[in-house]
């Protein structure tokens, strides 16, 4: 089924919509966008339009 979402492009902060189109196939846990914002590729969560870079917390590097 089409699916439409809202995302947060990363390079330049617009809201765009994405969509995605998976048939009969249970819907994926992250799909590749076209960004219209920055022509670039983003992984977005359909279900919620969270990027998969915004769920992978970037451990802090120790300071010493
Ligand atoms: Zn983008």
Same mark, same amino acid.
């Given at each position: 089924m089409m699916r439409t979402f809202i995302y947060r492009c990363?390079? #330049?902060g617009y809201n765009v919509q994405g969509e995605h189109d998976s048939g009969a196939l249970p819907v994926p846990a992250y799909v590749l966008q076209d960004c219209l914002a920055c022509r670039s590729f983003h992984l977005v969560d359909? &279900? #919620?339009? &969270?990027?998969m870079a915004d769920e992978v917390p970037r451990p802090k590097p120790p300071e010493f």
């Open positions: 990363p390079a #330049t359909p &279900r #919620t339009g &969270r990027l």
